[in-house]
């Protein structure tokens, strides 16, 4: 099936250093979205991004955060400066507008000193 | 059940009985979602269920949706031992696709 790719799986940082997530989402979907999952919680929406805007965020997307795919490369979530209680699995997903369905990459790892 | 303040709830049963998770929610939906994540992988939608479905039948898979109760449940038939993952549910909620997952099930099916 269509499949979502994430870069890297893992990252380990300091506290304050900035870090991106990738990620390649299916390659004719349009609308891109970032999740965040603690060890044991449930995933939890961050952002949505469609037609080069974010659409809608939730109140975990903080100031720090922002989101972007310039000239169709990779859709992108850009921590600066990040902190401890950024830790967590970060997914991202795309769907085709109207289709219900968002496929999910296998995540991104961050772990913050 | 799912949705609440509960943790992320484990279920462990034998190879070949069948199982029933349950999800309940706060707020009116139309449609559910049922996602399965392995260990080290992003969620993966294995059956939708809408509200004018009732019940969704796939292979050995079947979704309830009773919008009445503002709940939904997953079944699985003769579970096996690949069936075992971590079962959320999820719904679209505040508009432009967003999805409120919710706690999910760690299933373990034991040979």
């Known amino acids: 099936g269509p499949k979502v790719l994430q870069i890297p799986s893992h990252q380990i940082i300091d506290m304050g250093q900035m870090v991106t997530l990738n990620c390649d989402p299916v390659?004719?979907?349009?609308?891109f979205y970032w999740y965040k999952q603690i060890l044991g919680q449930q995933m939890e929406f961050l952002v949505n991004f469609y037609n080069g805007k974010v659409m809608e965020k939730s109140k975990l997307f903080k100031d720090q955060f922002s989101v972007e795919r310039p000239d169709g490369s990779y859709f992108t979530l850009k921590i600066q400066p990040t902190a401890l209680e950024d830790s967590a699995v970060y997914f991202c997903a795309s769907s085709f507008p109207g289709d219900d369905t968002q496929y999910f990459g296998p995540g991104t790892r961050l772990l913050v000193l | 059940s799912q949705w609440g303040e509960e943790n992320l709830q484990a279920l462990s049963i034998q190879e070949g009985e069948d199982v029933t998770m349950n999800c309940s929610y706060k707020t009116y939906t139309t449609v559910v979602h049922w996602y399965r994540q392995d260990s080290g992988r992003g969620p993966a939608l294995i059956i939708l269920?809408?509200?004018?479905?009732r019940e969704k039948r796939s292979g050995r898979l079947r979704a309830t949706l009773d919008t009445s109760s503002q709940s939904s449940s997953l079944s699985i038939t003769a579970a096996q031992c690949e069936d075992t993952a971590v079962y959320f549910c999820?719904?679209?909620?505040?508009?432009?696709?967003?999805?409120?997952f919710g706690k999910g099930t760690q299933l373990i099916i034991q040979p």
């Open positions: 999820a719904s679209p909620t505040g508009g432009a696709d967003r999805l409120t």
């Open positions: 390659s004719n979907h349009l609308y």
């Open positions: 269920i809408r509200s004018n479905e």
